[in-house]
């Protein structure tokens, strides 16, 4: 029997009360998320989303349902999908995260359960609920992970989870390890319709680079920046994602070409430095987040430097991190500053915006 009815935050609500707009009583992030239900519903055909900044200024995309309906398929396809599966959308929809998790669950005829966005989205669920599909930010898994191991049960029961919209941590991945049911990480941003390649990151069948969708092709520009042809956009969609191919499928992400640092005449990628500072952090027990960035110097144009969020550390660990980048970095990549910052500034998505942390 086909589902008629949606959950949010607990409270069912049918289609027909949403086509409708027959809801009230509801906080304003529930009735944003079911206004844009009654969208879907009612076939509305053009949508308006906004980025989340991440890259530059937030700005807002025209994507039409016809494009929606079509990234929602290939996922679909890609996880094999199935109209039954309880969904849990937890992913804030304002943004094309959240809006397409919605669609997918519309589309293949899932269940969905709607919860505000959270660092815990299962807090208010008892251990013995299941859900089959859903999409999480990295901060929002390990938290279920850490605060909440009595839901581990719930996500090791899925058919699929999904993870993007930052990087994942060393500690993280390795948590994910212990996950019974497949994990996704996601690539792909608002102009191309939400994902568009994903990378399985747990056993078995672990996968070291990103997998495109069937009908999804990739090049190269000059840059050596990813262009991505899909029937999801009507002309190439040029990115600032510095890749390497393994084939012409598969590639692996480097770092984002805007990123990167001159630095007397060498090319640096920050996100490779960043890779590596990652894994000195986690022997070293240091859980500041940080970034790499080019400083001004009249030099060399710019100098790797490292900024990290909270107060300042004391000599001792200072002298620790700089003896592991010496062995560990090249140098060139070794930062040339440390510099510590009460805190960064994020994009609505809740991801480090650096230019606006360092005012550049």
Same mark, same amino acid.
């Given at each position: ?73 290939? *996922?679909?396809? =890609? ?13 804030? =929809? ?40 859903? =999409?999480?930010? $990295?901060?929002?898994?390990? *938290? ?16 699929? @989870?999904? @993870?993007?919209?930052? +990087?994942?941590?060393? %500690? ?6 212990? @996950? ?26 672990? #996968?070291?680079?990103? *997998? %495109? ?19 999801? *956009?009507?002309?190439?969609? @040029? ?25 007397? +005449? ?31 110097? $009249? ?12 107060? %300042? ?23 040339? #500053? ?23």
């Amino acid at each position: 029997m086909a589902i008629d009815h949606l959950y949010i935050n607990g409270r069912k609500v049918s289609y027909q009360d949403i086509k409708k707009k027959s809801f009230s009583a509801l906080s304003e992030y529930e009735n944003k998320a079911l206004e844009f239900c009654s969208e879907w519903l009612n076939e509305k055909n053009d949508f308006v989303i906004h980025t989340s900044g991440s890259t530059g200024f937030p700005k807002q995309i025209k994507i039409t349902r016809s494009q929606m309906e079509k990234s929602a398929a290939m *996922t679909a396809e =890609a996880l094999q999908l199935q109209a039954g599966y309880k969904s849990l959308v937890c992913l804030n =929809a304002e943004f094309i995260a959240g809006k397409m998790m919605i669609v997918r669950s519309f589309e293949v005829g899932m269940e969905i359960n709607i919860v505000s966005p959270s660092s815990n989205p299962l807090q208010s669920f008892s251990p013995d609920t299941r859900f089959d599909f859903t =999409a999480l930010v $990295p901060v929002q898994l390990e *938290t279920i992970l850490d605060e909440s191991p009595d839901k581990k049960n719930i996500i090791d029961n899925m058919k699929g @989870i999904l @993870i993007g919209g930052a +990087g994942i941590s060393i %500690a993280l991945e390795n948590k994910i390890q212990d @996950i019974k049911s497949p994990v996704y990480h996601t690539f792909g941003m608002t102009e191309t319709i939400s994902h568009i390649a994903l990378k399985k990151i747990n056993e078995p069948d672990k #996968e070291s680079c990103f *997998t %495109a969708f069937k009908n999804v092709i990739l090049t190269k520009d000059e840059r050596g920046c990813l262009v991505i042809n899909s029937p999801l *956009t009507e002309y190439p969609v @040029i990115t600032n994602d510095i890749v390497l191919f393994e084939n012409i499928k598969q590639f692996k992400w480097i770092g984002r070409s805007d990123n990167v640092i001159n630095s007397g +005449g060498m090319k640096i990628f920050p996100e490779k430095i960043e890779g590596e500072i990652t894994r000195i952090f986690y022997e070293l027990n240091l859980n500041n987040r940080f970034f790499i960035f080019g400083k001004s110097d $009249p030099r060399f144009g710019n100098i790797v430097t490292l900024a990290i969020e909270g107060p %300042a550390w004391n000599n001792d660990t200072i002298q620790q991190i700089k003896n592991q980048f010496d062995k560990k970095l090249t140098r060139y990549d070794t930062p040339k #500053e440390i510099i510590f910052l009460e805190k960064f500034q994020e994009t609505a998505t809740g991801k480090i915006d650096r230019k606006r942390t360092t005012g550049s």
